[in-house]
């Protein structure tokens, strides 16, 4: 039988798992941020972006504004 408190236990526990994925996403993001040869306005563009939609900041950087052309 299940009980509340194994219940309770097990959501936390994804929710601790979904945090370490969350900040080591972040970390990368971040990086790889700081190190590209964008602009400094659209660094701060996409630092904005990724601070206001955490998860989805991050996943829109990496999978299109990492590939963006710098003019």
Known sequence: MITLSIV????????????IIWFILLIITLMDLFK??????????W????????????????FWGKHQSTI
Not at 8 to 19: D, M, P, Q, V, Y
Not at 36 to 45: D, V, Y
């Open 8 to 19: 309770l236990f097990i959501g936390g526990l994804f929710r601790f798992i979904f945090a």
């Open 47 to 62: 630092l904005i972006v990724i601070l206001l939609a955490p998860v989805l900041g991050c996943l829109a950087y990496l």
């Open 36 to 45: 590209s040869n964008f602009p400094l306005n659209t660094k701060l563009l």
